[in-house]
Structures are given as structure tokens and as C-alpha cells.
């Protein structure tokens, strides 16, 4: 089946967008706040918001039950 070129286009240009279901997140590590049961919304790659609660269906990682500290990067592997 042949795509038209808008469909293309639209395919192209829609977000990528996953969540993450946080039980823990720091979600300040200058002061060390960590806050309960939050989502990350993760779009293109990157983190466009946090929310309270848990939010998002489709790509969901649950990680509910962890701790988690959104841009760590492990520079053990």
C-alpha cells in the first residue's frame, strides 16, 4: 500500500511520546526533594513534563515500584 506524501509527512512529524510511572523520582537533587508516584513524560527522547500521579496509556514504563533520577547517565557500561 503507497502513502500519499501528507500522510508521510504527518507520520514524520507526529511526537514520539512514552511515559514513565516513577514510585520515587529526585526530583531536585540540589535540595534532595523526592516526590511520591510521578510520571515522566517522555517525548522525542527527552522529558517534557512531570506529572502527579499516574498518567499515559500506551508506551508506559512502570517503574512504580523503583527510584528513579531522570537524566542519570550510567557511565558504567
Request: proline fraction near 5%; hydrophobic fraction near 45%.
Amino acid at each position: 500500500m503507497a502513502s500519499t506524501p501528507a500522510v508521510a509527512q504527518q507520520a514524520a512529524s507526529a511526537p514520539n511520546v512514552s511515559y514513565i510511572h516513577a514510585g520515587r523520582l529526585l526530583a531536585d537533587p540540589a535540595t534532595g526533594r523526592v516526590a511520591q508516584n510521578q510520571t515522566l513524560v517522555i517525548e522525542n527522547g527527552r522529558v517534557r513534563e512531570i506529572v502527579d500521579g499516574f498518567v499515559g496509556q500506551g508506551d508506559v514504563v512502570d517503574l512504580s515500584d523503583k527510584f528513579v533520577l531522570p537524566g542519570l547517565i550510567d557511565s558504567h557500561v
